[in-house]
């Protein structure tokens, strides 16, 4: 177990570059396994789940190379149908997206009910059905998923919401398929894209990329690339919300402004001096008179949800009352429960909405991480909270932000990272 210590008040000041994302990395390592040639994936995050995902496909027969501090070599040729290692791959949920790879090319897959982080309900029936619509038989028990498929054959597939995972999981099945497969209410997201890339650097043949219908010709066989991981969107949004609360002055390199249309609008609406400078870098100016706005999380080019939670922070320093509509997952909005310990005045309307009256003064406190995203939030919050706070648990936070304390004390933070160790005997 791990914990931040952090003193609040300092201004954050310079320059930072964002890492690769999460959510794009972990779907285009999956897909390494599509083919018996080497791949190559730059620009990706030296993160907990990233490393745990690298340590599945070792257990998977794959060959795996750091060749530079973020970017690695992937060598799947002997990946075999040797069953995973189910112990690794139930702590990180991406490890849904194996079953694709592996249901194409070894025709068979035993997958444990996926893990992650405690947010709500999250069911990969999407996935499943998609998959049985290919011609794959599915069972399941209480532990394990068991599916085969002996051909995979295209069709026309209306996925039942627009899932991230599920449509790279379909995505990746087809392009191994027979024949032609047509995908209604695809995901959109960028990460989506920057996997539809990479395949298409394969020889995968896919139509209506950036769109929510895909179209994708099975290819007998796909070949090795050299490919690179789009910035995370989703840590840029997190270090933009810091600059801003701390009346800061910040730019942020890797921030791809197309991708955060939405957030960009409603840091602009609640009065944050955001500026443009190129394609992929902006600025955070000094910011005096932050204003309350509402916020409505969706699917991509929605509001991210996996933003609503550090937005909620600049919330508790505006001026007025803002309304939080969280549409995507029951329990996201439990870290309110840490903020009203620091000081926020919010009250949770139900299982999805929220308000937060400001602006209030924060305080220091002991409190505890319950995802990356609500750890990124506490982090945010101990900021600009008077005093000293100590955040438990930064273990997920350490799943999807690399480095974040390393950055922040770059730009002026004060955060100390304590390693606790855990006797042998205790464990």
């Known amino acids: 177990m791990s914990k931040f210590i952090i003193h609040g008040g300092a201004r954050l000041e310079g320059e930072i570059t964002v890492s690769g994302s999460k959510n794009a990395a972990l779907p285009m390592l999956a897909a390494t396994l599509l083919t018996n040639e080497i791949c190559v994936v730059h620009n990706v ?8 995902m690298l340590t599945i496909l070792r257990s998977l027969g794959a060959r795996v190379d750091w060749v530079a501090d973020h970017s690695v070599r992937i060598d799947a ?9 189910y ?61 085969t498929a002996e051909r995979l054959r295209g069709k026309r597939i209306v996925l039942g919401e627009m899932s991230v995972t599920g449509t790279a999981v379909v995505v990746m099945a087809a392009c191994l398929a027979e ?24 020889g995968a043949k896919i139509g209506g990329i950036d769109s929510h219908t895909l179209v994708i010709e099975g290819m007998g066989q796909l070949h090795g690339v050299e490919t690179t991981v789009i910035p995370d969107r989703l840590e840029a949004g997190t270090l933009a919300i810091a600059a801003a609360i701390t009346r800061g002055d910040v730019t942020i390199h890797g921030f791809m402004h197309s991708h955060l249309d939405i957030f960009i609008k409603k840091l602009r609406d609640a009065n944050v001096q955001l500026q443009i400078l190129s394609d992929n870098s902006v600025r955070i100016s000094r910011t005096t008179l932050l204003k309350a706005v509402n916020i409505r999380t969706d699917v991509y080019p929605g509001f991210p949800t996996d933003l609503q939670a550090p937005l909620a922070v600049l919330l508790t320093q505006a001026n007025g009352t803002s309304l939080i509509f969280e549409t995507m997952f029951e329990g996201r909005l439990n870290y309110f429960q840490e903020l009203a310990r620091m000081g926020a005045t919010a009250n949770i309307l139900d299982a999805h909405r929220a308000a937060i009256n400001g602006p209030t003064v924060l305080y220091g406190k002991s409190i505890e991480s319950l995802d990356i995203r609500a750890g990124a939030t506490l982090i945010l919050a101990a900021l600009i909270a008077h005093g000293r706070s100590e955040i438990d648990h930064i273990e997920l936070i350490d799943r999807g932000y ?12 004060q955060i100390e990272r304590i390693e606790e160790v855990v006797s042998a005997a205790m464990e």
């Not at 995050?45 to 745990?52: F, G, K, L, S, T």
């Not at 002997?78 to 290692?85: F, M, S």
């Not at 690399?402 to 933070?413: T, Y």
């Open 87 to 147: 112990k690794q791959i139930k702590k990180i949920r991406a490890s849904v997206l194996l079953i694709g790879p592996l249901l194409a090319r070894l025709k068979r897959v035993t997958i444990p009910h996926p893990g992650g982080c405690h947010i709500g309900a999250r069911p990969i029936g999407v996935h499943i059905q998609a998959l049985e619509d290919l011609g794959a038989v599915v069972r399941t028990d209480n532990q394990l998923y068991y599916i």
């Open 179 to 202: 024949g032609t497969t047509e995908i209604r209410l695809a995901a959109a997201e960028p990460e989506t894209t920057n996997l539809l890339g990479m395949l298409q650097g394969m």
């Open 77 to 85: 040729s002997q990946v075999d149908g040797r069953e995973p290692d």
């Open 402 to 413: 690399e480095r974040i304390d390393e950055k922040l004390n770059a730009l002026g933070a």
């Open 45 to 52: 995050p030296r993160i907990a789940d990233v490393d745990q």
